[in-house]
């Protein structure tokens, strides 16, 4: 064959390459972790092994080059078992779709292979090792495919391991190393990226999201309320007496008060509230979806729960209590602005009545 024919070849597969890798990216962008996201990998790994099945490489007569092992043996890495199974199922329907003589072979060999990388992705890595070596031997897992050619007749299976088995085996093993150091490069810089995204929209001391955040978050809820009159609520609370908590046990304490009641107010709210530190000792929860009615029943469990909370302080058990302030959308308004300006008042109220209790919003 000319050296075109095998450049234009090799061009093909470079171009598989950038899809996984850009659409693997995307994927672990979009979808964290999970079934979804292993079946996500599965569909990704699945789909491009069928590209690359529907466009082999013809290195020389009777020896084609396709990359549905390469893909296979490393779905278990990226996808766990169920993207392992969703991939190796989509290979093995569309091959013995194509029929041929050696469809069933060809069916038996991508689940041949499956298996191995998912036995191989269990192996602890003292046994598998890291870096290029695990690669290399990911790699060499694809030839546990070889076997199913003695189902051939023997002067074929004979023709095809003397000409095809070298050429395979190191295209394989270059392709499984050059796959996974992508992939491997990808999901780094895309953890690196979360890392950074995380730090920046979370409070160091409580790790609750920050005052952008809950803007982003309120300003979304006010567009909701306006547009189809989903109600939002807000609970901003205040601890009591944090300057004599501070003065009376020092400042790390106060520290450990604050990131302590974080806890127990992210443990109390729902999944779908957002919690935030909103500036020194005050916390604001908003509740997407929520009326007056029942944002008062979850700030009062709040307060329940935090005045029900031991803190120590060397050997002395310290009780704190919070003061809340409630406003809804309903009343008087749908602009997140004004609405927590309404919970702030509220919490003046709760403050100025004697502490520890909750307050609701005046109606305008």
């Given at each position: 064959?000319?050296?075109?024919?095998?450049?234009?070849?090799?061009?093909?597969?470079?171009?598989?390459?950038?899809?996984?890798?850009?659409?693997?990216?995307?994927?672990i962008r979009i979808v964290e972790r999970g079934a979804l996201k292993s079946v996500a990998v599965g569909l990704l790994f699945g789909l491009v092994g069928i590209l690359s099945m529907g466009d082999p490489i013809q290195w020389m007569p009777g020896v084609i080059q396709d990359?549905?092992?390469?893909?296979?043996?490393?779905?278990?890495?990226?996808?766990?078992l169920l993207g392992t199974i969703v991939a190796a199922a989509m290979m093995a329907l569309f091959r013995y779709m194509v029929?041929?003589?050696?469809?069933?072979?060809?069916?038996?060999?991508?689940?041949?292979?499956?298996?191995?990388?998912?036995?191989?992705?269990?192996?602890?890595?003292?046994?598998?090792?890291?870096?290029w070596r695990r690669s290399a031997l990911f790699g060499l897992a694809t030839c546990s495919s070889i076997v199913v050619v003695f189902l051939l007749p023997w002067a074929v299976a004979r023709a095809l391991l003397i000409s095809a088995t070298l050429p395979v085996t190191i295209v394989n093993i270059l392709g499984v190393m050059l796959l996974s150091d992508?992939?491997?490069?990808?999901?780094?810089?895309?953890?690196?990226?979360?890392?950074?995204?995380?730090?920046?929209?979370?409070?160091?001391?409580?790790?609750?999201?920050?005052?952008?955040?809950?803007?982003?978050?309120?300003?979304?809820?006010?567009?909701?309320?306006?547009?189809?009159?989903?109600?939002?609520?807000?609970?901003?609370?205040?601890?009591?007496?944090?300057?004599?908590?501070?003065?009376?046990?020092?400042?790390s304490f106060g520290d450990t008060v604050l990131a302590r009641l974080a806890d127990v107010i992210r443990q109390t709210v729902r999944k779908t509230d957002i919690a935030a530190r909103y500036g020194g000792e005050e916390i604001v929860v908003l509740l997407p979806n929520t009326d007056t009615r029942a944002a008062a029943a979850a700030a009062e469990k709040i307060r329940k729960d935090i005045e029900g909370t031991t803190l120590m302080f060397e050997q002395e058990a310290v009780h704190v209590t919070v003061s809340i302030g409630i406003?809804?959308?309903?009343?008087?308004?749908?602009?997140?602005?004004?609405?927590?300006?309404?919970?702030?008042?509220?919490?003046?109220?709760?403050?100025?009545?004697?502490?520890?209790?909750?307050?609701?919003?005046?109606?305008?």
């Open positions: 064959m000319e050296i075109e024919t095998h450049l234009v070849s090799l061009i093909r597969v470079l171009g598989q390459v950038a899809i996984i890798v850009y659409a693997y990216s995307w994927v990359g549905r092992s390469i893909l296979l043996v490393l779905t278990p890495i990226y996808g766990g029929g041929g003589m050696g469809a069933v072979i060809g069916v038996a060999g991508i689940v041949i292979v499956a298996v191995v990388g998912y036995v191989l992705s269990l192996l602890p890595r003292q046994w598998t090792g890291t870096g992508l992939l491997q490069r990808e999901q780094y810089r895309i953890g690196i990226q979360r890392a950074l995204e995380n730090e920046a929209s979370l409070d160091p001391l409580t790790r609750l999201p920050n005052r952008r955040v809950l803007q982003r978050e309120g300003d979304r809820c006010s567009k909701e309320a306006g547009m189809r009159r989903i109600p939002f609520s807000i609970i901003m609370l205040d601890i009591d007496h944090f300057k004599k908590i501070n003065d009376s046990w020092g400042h406003a809804c959308s309903l009343e008087p308004t749908t602009d997140f602005k004004h609405v927590l300006e309404a919970a702030d008042k509220a919490l003046y109220r709760a403050k100025a009545s004697g502490r520890n209790r909750v307050e609701l919003a005046e109606a305008a």
